[in-house]
């Protein structure tokens, strides 16, 4: 398993501001992700972190609202940028195996007025 | 596009009852599979993974897969409020790395 931190736990932002989420693993992992969750929903899965290179988006979100980095094995960010309130939620990093089984951080709880 | 469809509940048991969640999947090509516990206001806690068809037991929990079927499920035996909580279903396809998580089973022990 892998222990995962991040922050900040919680924010509230203004709109058209942006916010970078913080993700540290405590071992080197294969795979990171970020995800959303609004409350009572599912995960949504925003994007695939890979190291030295660009993210993996997927449907729905894009490099230049969601800059996400991955300059080693252990750490990851993610921007939200030009806030609106539509992006209030709770997002959330997870390091993956390669088996598939994921550990999640506990999460990030973004309002934005 | 790949699905994961669960049961949203609420789904109530007494205390020391089984609980029985279930989840069904769209990719054929599916290789793991795993059920995640999430309290209210936590984040996604991993609980079991399942591989191969059959039943795998850790403890109270055993998770069951049918590949044939498209079919896993989830068995809490003698359930406690503290298993309340939402139970998310997770499948693996069997190229790439994405995961695609069910919308989640809420489950409610009643003391």
């Known amino acids: 398993s892998a222990v995962i931190s991040q922050k900040p736990s919680r924010d509230i932002c203004q709109r058209g501001t942006s916010l970078t989420i913080q993700c540290q693993v405590d071992s080197q992992v294969t795979m990171m992700f970020w995800y959303r969750q609004q409350p009572g929903q599912s995960l949504t899965l925003i994007a695939t972190?890979?190291?030295?290179?660009?993210?993996?988006?997927e449907s729905g979100f894009v490099i230049d609202k969601f800059p996400i980095s991955r300059p080693n094995l252990t750490f990851s960010t993610l921007t939200v940028s030009n806030m609106s309130p539509e992006d209030s939620s709770i997002y959330l990093c997870?390091?993956?195996?390669?088996?598939?089984?994921?550990?999640f951080g506990p999460g990030t709880r973004l309002t934005v007025t | 596009q790949k699905e994961v469809e669960q049961n949203s509940g609420p789904l109530s048991v007494p205390e020391g009852a089984i609980a029985s969640l279930n989840c069904t999947y769209s990719d054929r090509g599916s290789q793991s599979f795993f059920w995640y516990r999430q309290y209210s206001g936590k984040s996604p806690e991993l609980i079991m993974s399942i591989y191969s068809n059959g039943d795998k037991e850790d403890g109270r929990f055993t998770a069951q897969l049918n590949k044939a079927s498209q079919y896993v499920s989830l068995l809490i035996r003698d359930s406690q409020p503290s298993d309340s909580a939402t139970y998310l279903c997770?499948?693996?396809?069997?190229?790439?790395?994405?995961?695609?998580f069910g919308a989640g089973t809420r489950l409610f022990v009643k003391a």
């Open positions: 972190a890979n190291q030295g290179s660009e993210a993996t988006y």
């Open positions: 997870s390091a993956g195996t390669h088996s598939g089984e994921q550990y």
């Open positions: 997770a499948v693996k396809g069997g190229g790439g790395f994405k995961t695609i």
